[in-house]
């Protein structure tokens, strides 16, 4: 006697049942592969030695490495001051944000140009303000012709880093304006008409209407711009600063590709990839639950 | 009331000076590679006579940005291309169909979102030497695929769950299989998302310099961008022709923004409001 095989209808009812699973897998295999696994590879990488010692375990070694570096203390200062810069870079997009919420004459340019920059390369706005800040650049000649500078924005180690913070603030803003405005389309309209009527003034009304209507987009904006500072400046570093003068400009993400690439020391590098993450979900976290209780007491 | 339309004039002052400063360093630069050497040296800010066309035919030709500019061409066209077909298989099953573990999946695409690059760079440069992959076009691809498929995964799930379930299902009743589904009711259904998504994709890749950086040591496999930044090195004296190679780099993201503005806007804010 002949087994029967599945019938037809069994075994169609069968691929369809694992064609979810046939469509996510692509997917899934690559994000575990080449970004989950990484991670795991890379916590447990930073726990083992360079050079010689290649893969044997040196226990915290690299940890102890990076508490004794300057060149990491920078990087970490740098960080700090990036997160102290913070709410100056939200507050200017929602500021701008808002005025153009309002209506100001041309806001539709104003939208329209303040965003290009953000769609730039971090190696071509970089390359541009290479020219406009050079020692004899347009700008120092713009400085000069009202009688002040000239200032070394890139050679002078006090001023370097918020040179480039500044330029990342110039190339990155748009973006912050459009999440902004995207959240002005979701407010209603008829509080601010309220609070126009009972003479509210406009810093009132940005004050009381406004910043505790928009809780959940100045989040955002505030969790995807510290991202954007911690993960982003690397091409205007690499192009604009090599994270000179004198190390002034280095932050973790160029220290672990210094590390990496030219001391050839990658188990270093992981190690200070490590310490850049956990800072990164503290100060996200930070971020939030700060923001949470603000939102609250509104 | 006369008093907010003064603030509006009074705001819409410093506004325009902001636009000038936006808009200003890229019209200089555009400026000075239209220039001479000579002119560039005697006065940096006067208005290039007439178009020339030198400095730009000698950065595309000399300092092979041609070759660099093909190299990003393919390269993030494919990595495009994979990341819409796979973002979009997974994005429909993940919000349209019911299977067991569909929900860790997801959180597992979303963890992917929060891993920076930065993060995982050297355990993932070896991975990609370890299989050969390193310093090839498919490797570099299959970097790109890997940083933005979180992302990719993320908005088109949240756009296929804004489809109503009921077109699936009546699909499926009227004889579709589920791939059947995919190919001829979500695919269709998924291009607006499809088009926001893969152009912000696609600037991301066009616009990267760290993973290129690492993934394609050698200079005949640069990406236009690595390009840019070679060209310091190569004219250093010679400012109108490194001007060149940035106005090379910068026009066609410029073309897209122009054509493509609201695309990308909603690419950049669809994060916000659907999260």
Redesign the interface.
């Given at each position: 006697m002949r087994i029967a095989g599945p019938s037809s209808s069994a075994r169609k009812a069968r691929a369809e049942r694992l064609a979810p699973y046939v469509l996510v897998a692509p997917a899934v295999l690559i994000i575990v592969a080449l970004r989950l696994w990484p991670l795991a590879l890379g916590v447990n990488f930073s726990f083992t030695g360079d050079g010689e010692l290649n893969g044997t375990p040196v226990g915290l070694g690299n940890y102890l490495e990076l508490a004794g570096d300057p060149l990491f203390h920078i990087s970490l200062r740098n960080v700090g001051l990036l997160v102290l810069l913070l709410p100056l870079a939200v507050a200017i997009p929602g500021l701008l944000a808002t005025f153009i919420y309002l209506r100001v004459p041309g806001h539709r340019v104003y939208r329209s140009v303040y965003f290009f920059p953000a769609v730039l390369s971090p190696v071509i706005v970089g390359a541009i303000f290479n020219l406009m800040l050079g020692y004899d650049g347009p700008l120092n000649s713009l400085l000069g012709s009202i009688g002040a500078g000239p200032v070394d924005w890139l050679g002078d180690p006090g001023i370097a880093m918020f040179t480039v913070v500044g330029v990342h603030v110039w190339a990155t803003f748009g973006m912050a304006l459009v999440v902004f405005l995207a959240g002005f389309s979701t407010l209603d309209s008829s509080l601010l008409d309220a609070a126009r009527v009972d003479g509210a003034s406009l810093r009132q009304s940005i004050w009381h209407v406004i910043i505790p209507s928009l809780t959940r987009t100045i989040q955002f904006v505030f969790v995807t711009t510290m991202i954007g500072m911690l993960t982003s400046m690397f091409g205007l570093l690499f192009v604009m600063t090599s994270g000179g003068p004198e190390g002034a400009t280095y932050l973790p993400e160029y220290y672990i590709w210094h590390q990496q690439g030219q001391m050839n020391r990658p188990a270093l590098a992981s190690a200070a990839s490590t310490v850049l993450f956990v800072v990164m979900l503290v100060v996200g976290l930070l971020q939030i639950t700060l923001l949470r209780r603000a939102g609250r007491q509104d | 009331?006369p008093g907010?339309r003064l603030?509006?004039?009074a705001?819409?002052v410093p506004?325009?000076g902001?636009?000038l400063?936006?808009?200003y360093?890229?019209v200089?630069?555009a400026n000075?590679a239209m220039k001479t050497r000579r002119d560039y040296v005697l006065d940096?800010?006067s208005p290039a006579g007439s178009l020339r066309w030198d400095n730009l035919a000698e950065a595309w030709t000399g300092a092979g940005m041609a070759r660099y500019f093909v190299n990003s061409f393919v390269i993030v066209t494919c990595a495009v291309a994979l990341l819409l077909l796979?973002?979009s298989?997974?994005g429909?099953?993940?919000a349209r169909?019911?299977?067991r573990g569909?929900s860790m999946?997801f959180l597992?695409?979303l963890?992917?979102l929060f891993?920076?690059?930065?993060?995982?760079?050297?355990?993932?440069?070896?991975?990609m030497a370890d299989s050969g992959l390193i310093d090839t076009y498919p490797g570099l691809i299959?970097?790109y695929?890997?940083q933005y498929?979180?992302f990719t995964?993320f908005l088109m799930t949240s756009h296929y769950r804004t489809i109503p379930a009921e077109i699936v299902d009546a699909a499926r009743i009227d004889g579709n299989?589920?791939?059947g589904v995919?190919r001829r009711i979500m695919l269709p259904l998924g291009v607006p998302a499809l088009l926001s998504v893969g152009i912000l994709d696609a600037?991301f890749c066009?616009?990267?310099?760290?993973i290129a950086?690492?993934m394609m040591p050698s200079p005949e496999h640069r990406t236009l961008?690595?390009g840019?930044?070679a060209l310091?090195g190569q004219y250093t004296d010679d400012?109108p022709a490194?001007?060149s190679g940035?106005l090379i780099?910068?026009v066609p993201?410029?073309m897209?923004?122009l054509f493509l503005?609201r695309q990308?806007?909603d690419g950049?804010?669809a994060?916000?409001?659907k999260?």
């Open positions: - | 009331m907010a603030a509006r004039w705001a819409a506004m325009a902001l636009a400063a936006t808009i360093p890229l200089f630069t000075v940096r800010f796979l973002g298989m997974a429909f099953a993940l169909l019911r299977f569909s999946i597992g695409c963890a992917g891993i920076p690059f930065q993060v995982i760079m050297v355990p993932l440069t070896r991975v299959l970097a695929v890997a498929l979180p995964v299989t589920v791939y995919y600037l066009w616009n990267d310099v760290l950086l690492l961008m690595i840019v930044n310091r400012v490194f001007a940035v780099a910068a993201v410029l897209i923004y503005q990308i806007a950049v804010t994060g916000s409001t999260g």
